[in-house]
Protein backbone atom coordinates (compact mmCIF):
# COMPACT_ATOMS: atom_id res chain seq x y z
CA UNK A 1 0.00 0.00 0.00
CA UNK A 2 1.71 3.23 -1.00
CA UNK A 3 -0.28 5.65 1.13
CA UNK A 4 1.04 6.80 4.41
CA UNK A 5 -1.55 6.17 6.83
CA UNK A 6 -4.23 3.79 7.23
CA UNK A 7 -7.45 5.22 5.01
CA UNK A 8 -9.69 3.09 7.39
CA UNK A 9 -8.19 4.74 10.82
CA UNK A 10 -9.14 8.17 9.41
CA UNK A 11 -12.71 10.37 9.69
CA UNK A 12 -14.07 10.74 6.52
CA UNK A 13 -17.86 10.72 5.45
CA UNK A 14 -19.52 8.61 2.37
CA UNK A 15 -20.89 11.40 0.69
CA UNK A 16 -22.63 8.84 -1.85
CA UNK A 17 -22.26 4.85 -2.21
CA UNK A 18 -18.62 4.19 -2.87
CA UNK A 19 -17.24 8.01 -2.80
CA UNK A 20 -16.11 8.57 0.49
CA UNK A 21 -14.77 12.67 1.59
CA UNK A 22 -11.85 13.15 2.10
CA UNK A 23 -10.01 10.86 0.06
CA UNK A 24 -7.05 9.63 2.20
CA UNK A 25 -5.79 7.01 0.03
CA UNK A 26 -3.85 10.07 -2.20
CA UNK A 27 -1.70 10.97 0.41
CA UNK A 28 1.10 9.76 0.08
CA UNK A 29 3.03 12.31 2.04
CA UNK A 30 3.41 12.03 5.54
CA UNK A 31 3.34 16.27 6.25
CA UNK A 32 -0.02 16.32 4.32
CA UNK A 33 -1.70 13.32 6.36
CA UNK A 34 -0.50 15.32 9.29
CA UNK A 35 -2.34 18.81 7.85
CA UNK A 36 -5.54 17.01 7.35
CA UNK A 37 -5.56 14.83 10.60
CA UNK A 38 -4.88 18.48 12.63
CA UNK A 39 -7.11 20.10 10.67
CA UNK A 40 -9.62 17.44 12.24
CA UNK A 41 -8.19 17.31 15.48
CA UNK A 42 -8.42 21.41 15.91
CA UNK A 43 -11.92 21.59 15.09
CA UNK A 44 -12.77 18.63 17.44
CA UNK A 45 -16.17 19.50 18.94
CA UNK A 46 -16.74 21.61 15.74
CA UNK A 47 -16.78 18.95 12.73
CA UNK A 48 -17.06 20.79 9.34
CA UNK A 49 -20.40 20.70 8.55
CA UNK A 50 -19.59 19.42 5.13
CA UNK A 51 -18.60 16.08 6.68
CA UNK A 52 -22.57 15.16 6.67
CA UNK A 53 -23.75 12.18 4.08
CA UNK A 54 -26.87 14.35 1.76
CA UNK A 55 -30.32 13.04 0.36
CA UNK A 56 -29.84 12.21 -3.24
CA UNK A 57 -31.83 15.16 -4.28
CA UNK A 58 -29.48 17.90 -2.51
CA UNK A 59 -26.20 15.80 -4.03
CA UNK A 60 -27.89 16.52 -7.40
CA UNK A 61 -27.96 19.84 -7.02
CA UNK A 62 -24.82 20.22 -5.11
CA UNK A 63 -23.13 18.85 -8.20
CA UNK A 64 -24.56 20.71 -10.54
CA UNK A 65 -24.67 23.82 -9.19
CA UNK A 66 -20.09 23.12 -9.42
CA UNK A 67 -20.23 21.43 -12.92
CA UNK A 68 -22.12 24.40 -14.20
CA UNK A 69 -19.81 26.65 -12.16
CA UNK A 70 -16.78 25.19 -13.89
CA UNK A 71 -18.89 25.24 -17.59
CA UNK A 72 -20.00 28.95 -17.41
CA UNK A 73 -16.86 29.82 -15.54
CA UNK A 74 -19.56 32.12 -13.01
CA UNK A 75 -21.93 30.98 -10.30
CA UNK A 76 -24.94 29.46 -11.88
CA UNK A 77 -28.31 30.98 -11.70
CA UNK A 78 -30.87 29.20 -9.90
CA UNK A 79 -32.63 28.69 -13.57
CA UNK A 80 -29.58 27.26 -14.70
CA UNK A 81 -29.22 24.55 -11.72
CA UNK A 82 -33.11 23.62 -12.38
CA UNK A 83 -32.36 22.96 -15.67
CA UNK A 84 -29.42 20.96 -15.27
CA UNK A 85 -30.45 18.96 -11.96
CA UNK A 86 -34.10 18.23 -13.32
CA UNK A 87 -35.14 19.34 -10.30
CA UNK A 88 -38.27 20.85 -9.89
CA UNK A 89 -38.18 24.69 -9.28
CA UNK A 90 -40.20 24.94 -5.92
CA UNK A 91 -37.83 22.29 -4.73
CA UNK A 92 -34.39 23.59 -5.74
CA UNK A 93 -34.54 26.26 -3.38
CA UNK A 94 -34.89 24.53 0.06
CA UNK A 95 -32.16 21.76 -1.40
CA UNK A 96 -29.88 25.02 -1.87
CA UNK A 97 -30.84 26.25 1.88
CA UNK A 98 -29.59 22.58 3.08
CA UNK A 99 -26.37 22.72 1.15
CA UNK A 100 -25.84 26.26 2.48
CA UNK A 101 -26.45 24.66 5.94
CA UNK A 102 -23.75 22.58 5.11
CA UNK A 103 -20.94 25.08 4.21
CA UNK A 104 -20.71 24.04 0.95
CA UNK A 105 -22.13 27.05 -0.77
CA UNK A 106 -23.46 30.46 0.24
CA UNK A 107 -25.99 32.35 -1.24
CA UNK A 108 -26.47 36.52 -1.47
CA UNK A 109 -29.29 38.76 -0.61
CA UNK A 110 -31.28 37.49 -3.89
CA UNK A 111 -30.79 33.54 -3.32
CA UNK A 112 -28.42 33.21 -5.47
CA UNK A 113 -24.88 31.49 -5.63
CA UNK A 114 -22.29 33.42 -4.15
CA UNK A 115 -19.79 30.97 -3.52
CA UNK A 116 -19.45 27.16 -3.73
CA UNK A 117 -16.73 25.39 -2.89
CA UNK A 118 -13.68 25.42 -4.29
CA UNK A 119 -15.26 28.73 -6.68
CA UNK A 120 -16.16 31.98 -5.43
CA UNK A 121 -17.77 35.29 -7.27
CA UNK A 122 -15.29 37.43 -5.05
CA UNK A 123 -12.33 38.84 -6.09
CA UNK A 124 -9.31 37.15 -4.50
CA UNK A 125 -5.93 36.24 -4.57
CA UNK A 126 -6.20 32.77 -6.60
CA UNK A 127 -7.39 32.85 -10.30
CA UNK A 128 -7.80 29.29 -11.62
CA UNK A 129 -7.58 28.90 -15.47
CA UNK A 130 -9.94 26.03 -16.54
CA UNK A 131 -9.99 25.79 -20.54
CA UNK A 132 -11.61 29.21 -21.28
CA UNK A 133 -12.73 29.85 -18.47
CA UNK A 134 -11.12 32.20 -15.10
CA UNK A 135 -12.76 31.48 -11.93
CA UNK A 136 -11.57 32.48 -8.52
CA UNK A 137 -11.15 29.73 -5.74
CA UNK A 138 -11.51 30.15 -1.98
CA UNK A 139 -8.21 29.58 -0.80
CA UNK A 140 -4.86 28.27 -1.89
CA UNK A 141 -6.06 24.64 -1.11
CA UNK A 142 -9.45 24.97 -3.10
CA UNK A 143 -7.41 26.20 -6.36
CA UNK A 144 -4.84 23.18 -6.07
CA UNK A 145 -8.26 20.71 -5.64
CA UNK A 146 -10.18 21.65 -8.64
CA UNK A 147 -7.86 20.10 -11.19
CA UNK A 148 -9.04 16.78 -9.43
CA UNK A 149 -12.53 17.53 -9.04
CA UNK A 150 -12.31 18.22 -12.34
CA UNK A 151 -10.19 15.42 -13.47
CA UNK A 152 -8.33 17.93 -15.86
CA UNK A 153 -5.88 20.42 -15.70
CA UNK A 154 -5.18 24.03 -14.74
CA UNK A 155 -3.15 26.55 -14.11
CA UNK A 156 -3.80 29.01 -10.81
CA UNK A 157 -2.11 32.72 -11.12
CA UNK A 158 -2.11 33.18 -6.83
CA UNK A 159 0.14 35.69 -4.82
CA UNK A 160 2.83 35.64 -1.77
CA UNK A 161 0.69 36.52 1.09
CA UNK A 162 3.70 38.40 2.47
CA UNK A 163 5.57 40.18 -0.39
CA UNK A 164 2.44 40.11 -3.41
CA UNK A 165 5.42 38.43 -5.96
CA UNK A 166 3.57 36.25 -8.53
CA UNK A 167 3.34 32.69 -7.68
CA UNK A 168 1.40 30.39 -10.44
CA UNK A 169 1.46 26.74 -10.31
CA UNK A 170 0.05 24.55 -13.12
CA UNK A 171 -0.75 20.61 -13.32
CA UNK A 172 -0.84 17.28 -15.07
CA UNK A 173 -2.32 14.07 -15.13
CA UNK A 174 -5.36 15.63 -14.79
CA UNK A 175 -4.52 17.72 -11.41
CA UNK A 176 -2.72 14.41 -10.04
CA UNK A 177 0.68 16.20 -10.13
CA UNK A 178 2.22 19.52 -10.65
CA UNK A 179 3.84 20.64 -13.89
CA UNK A 180 5.27 23.82 -12.88
CA UNK A 181 5.44 25.67 -10.00
CA UNK A 182 6.99 29.76 -9.88
CA UNK A 183 9.14 30.10 -7.61
CA UNK A 184 9.91 26.54 -7.20
CA UNK A 185 10.20 26.73 -3.72
CA UNK A 186 6.82 28.34 -2.90
CA UNK A 187 4.68 26.67 -0.33
CA UNK A 188 1.38 26.73 1.19
CA UNK A 189 0.23 27.77 4.48
CA UNK A 190 -2.76 25.28 6.07
CA UNK A 191 -4.85 27.07 8.92
CA UNK A 192 -6.67 25.24 11.11
CA UNK A 193 -9.34 27.98 11.91
CA UNK A 194 -12.79 27.10 11.91
CA UNK A 195 -16.00 28.99 13.13
CA UNK A 196 -19.08 27.17 10.97
CA UNK A 197 -17.85 28.94 7.95
CA UNK A 198 -14.93 28.09 6.24
CA UNK A 199 -14.96 30.94 3.53
CA UNK A 200 -14.78 33.53 6.94
CA UNK A 201 -12.46 31.38 8.71
CA UNK A 202 -9.58 29.48 7.67
CA UNK A 203 -9.70 29.94 3.65
CA UNK A 204 -8.53 34.23 4.01
CA UNK A 205 -5.32 32.17 5.50
CA UNK A 206 -5.30 29.39 3.27
CA UNK A 207 -2.36 31.14 1.27
CA UNK A 208 0.38 30.46 -1.21
CA UNK A 209 4.02 32.22 -0.34
CA UNK A 210 6.85 32.35 -2.69
CA UNK A 211 9.58 31.25 0.03
CA UNK A 212 9.58 29.33 3.39
CA UNK A 213 10.87 32.37 4.45
CA UNK A 214 8.10 34.61 3.66
CA UNK A 215 5.42 32.06 5.42
CA UNK A 216 7.71 32.30 8.37
CA UNK A 217 8.03 36.28 8.23
CA UNK A 218 4.39 36.36 7.96
CA UNK A 219 3.51 33.86 10.48
CA UNK A 220 5.59 35.57 13.12
CA UNK A 221 3.40 38.85 12.68
CA UNK A 222 0.32 37.27 13.65
CA UNK A 223 -1.23 38.50 16.48
CA UNK A 224 -3.26 35.75 17.75
CA UNK A 225 -1.47 33.26 17.32
CA UNK A 226 -2.30 31.18 13.91
CA UNK A 227 -2.54 27.46 14.38
CA UNK A 228 -1.87 25.04 11.61
CA UNK A 229 0.84 23.66 9.06
CA UNK A 230 3.41 24.42 6.01
CA UNK A 231 3.13 22.61 3.41
CA UNK A 232 5.43 21.99 -0.02
CA UNK A 233 3.33 22.70 -3.42
CA UNK A 234 3.18 18.49 -3.96
CA UNK A 235 1.74 18.18 -0.11
CA UNK A 236 -0.49 20.87 -0.76
CA UNK A 237 -1.48 19.34 -4.07
CA UNK A 238 -2.06 15.93 -2.13
CA UNK A 239 -4.58 17.73 0.57
CA UNK A 240 -6.84 19.42 -2.10
CA UNK A 241 -7.04 16.43 -4.01
CA UNK A 242 -8.26 14.74 -0.89
CA UNK A 243 -10.64 17.46 0.00
CA UNK A 244 -11.79 17.73 -3.76
CA UNK A 245 -11.46 14.89 -5.65
CA UNK A 246 -14.53 12.95 -4.64
CA UNK A 247 -17.03 15.51 -4.66
CA UNK A 248 -17.91 15.30 -8.42
CA UNK A 249 -17.36 11.60 -8.40
CA UNK A 250 -19.71 9.09 -9.11
CA UNK A 251 -19.26 5.24 -8.27
CA UNK A 252 -17.04 3.51 -10.82
CA UNK A 253 -15.84 6.68 -12.41
CA UNK A 254 -11.60 7.25 -12.03
ZN1 LIG B 1 6.98 36.57 -0.84
Redesign the pocket.
Known sequence: MATATDADDQPSVEIRPGISRPDWSVLTSPQACRALAGRFAARSGLLDRWAIKLEPDADRVWRATLQLYADLGQAPTRADIVAASRIAVGDVGSLLDSLRSHDLIDLDAAGEIKLAYPFTQASTAHRIHVGDNTLNALCAIDALGVAAMLQTDIAISSS??????VVQVATTAKGRALKSVVPVDAVVWYDFAYDGSAATSCCPAITF???VE?RCLWLEAQMPKRSGIELTMDEALQVGRAIFGPVLMLNGSS
Not at 160 to 165: D, E, L, Q, V
Open positions: CHRCGGFCSH
